[in-house]
């Protein structure tokens, strides 16, 4: 058997399809314009690319657009205020605050600041809440929970009766995703690190979800044959590279695996350091010295940058699993373009609401 791959970028675009036409109609017959706020704090470099994401995904899907980013030094007051501020703009149905934030700031404080009618992350107390509770619907889905459900219903996996396992127990995933799967009628198993016999209980799973974080941890002999798995994890490994050398770095005396930059490679890589070949001298990409190029005038230096090959898996073995299980998500590919999808899906549905048109 080899499994069905369930394409999370395809079905992405099937969803981005049916928002852009509600967009459209909004628009015309009511006026409204959907429109999604993003908070920035700090100069994560992972974080400004989410939110540039999400930012060009929005111009796709004709909403409005407000990127708010202040500095790292920003007080909790400071962001507070800019949340309630965009809590009472009604240009703006939907507000997204990148974490991780700064060290100094208490994140949950930041988080329930969000007004209840513009948490299309879905984590607020109330929303949650509503998600555990039988017969109660909540403002908003956790975007990453909502996207797997929707590549179960959309690949035609049947959800009603079967028992499904969750491999982890987080807020973010796990236990939301649980509450979807219960609300459809799924016999749920919840697994973590202390289940006993944890292969065994994942392999009576008709749909097994896993997100646990942990590289290719589920094997073939973890699954029902036939199984829907669904692979939440994403998780960067090393990958070895012919010319792998060991370097020391000439400031911190630290030592660390690269080879100069190789064009013909494909697939991840990441600058790991710099090698002056003037002085025969590495550093890593953090330590290299500002003056490196004039601290020899007379010997100008010549650099080369230092890289390392990586991949992303899940945390599913694909190449093993893909011979057992019914369907089966890539990662990447998979759940990740359903994030962003259901995020834009959760702020159309806050543009809605505040049009009168759903309750």
């Not at 890589?269 to 990409?285: F, I, N, S």
């Not at 230096?301 to 093993?320: H, I, N, P, Q, S």
Request: proline share 5%; glycine share 8%; net charge negative.
């Amino acid at each position: 058997m080899t499994a069905k791959l369930i394409d999370g970028q395809a079905i992405a675009a099937q969803i981005y399809e049916e928002i852009e036409a509600e967009v459209a109609e909004l628009k015309e017959k009511h006026g409204i314009t959907p429109g999604l706020a993003t908070v920035l704090v700090g100069e994560n470099p992972a974080s400004q690319a989410y939110v540039r994401s999400k930012q060009r995904t929005c111009t796709q899907c004709g909403f409005h657009s407000v990127g708010e980013h202040l500095p790292a030094d920003a007080t909790q007051e400071e962001v507070e205020a800019l949340v309630e501020r965009l809590n009472a703009d009604d240009s703006i149905h939907g507000i997204l605050v990148q974490l991780p934030l700064p060290k100094h700031m208490d994140e949950e404080q930041v988080l329930r600041a969000v007004s209840l009618e513009k948490d299309v992350d879905g984590f607020h107390p109330v929303n949650i809440g509503r998600l555990a509770m039988k017969g109660r619907e909540p403002m908003f889905v956790p975007c990453t929970p909502a996207g797997c459900i929707e590549l179960l219903i959309r690949s035609g996996v049947e959800i009603e009766g079967q028992d499904a396992v969750i491999l982890g127990r987080s807020n973010i995933v796990g236990l939301p995703v649980s509450m979807l799967l219960l609300h459809r009628n799924a016999t749920i198993t919840i697994t973590h690190s202390r289940t006993r016999d944890l292969p065994g209980a994942c392999k009576q799973a008709d749909i097994l979800i896993a997100a646990v974080g942990r590289p290719e941890m589920v094997k073939a002999d973890w699954v029902k044959p036939g199984a829907a798995v669904i692979d939440v994890g994403i998780n960067r490994v090393w990958r070895d590279h012919p010319a792998d050398r060991e370097w020391t770095c000439a400031e911190t005396s630290e030592t660390f695996v690269a080879h100069r930059k190789d064009e013909s490679e494909k697939g991840g890589r990441r600058k790991m350091g710099v090698y002056c070949e003037t002085h025969d001298k590495a550093y890593l990409k953090d330590e290299v010295p500002e003056n490196i190029e004039d601290a020899d005038k007379a010997h100008p230096c010549e650099t080369v940058d230092l890289y390392r090959k990586y991949a992303l898996v899940g945390d599913v073995d694909f190449d093993e699993v893909k011979e057992v299980a019914g369907y089966l998500t890539p990662v990447p590919g998979g759940v990740g373009p359903m994030t962003i999808a259901m995020l834009m899906w959760n702020t159309l549905s806050g543009a809605k609401r505040a049009a009168g048109l759903i309750d």
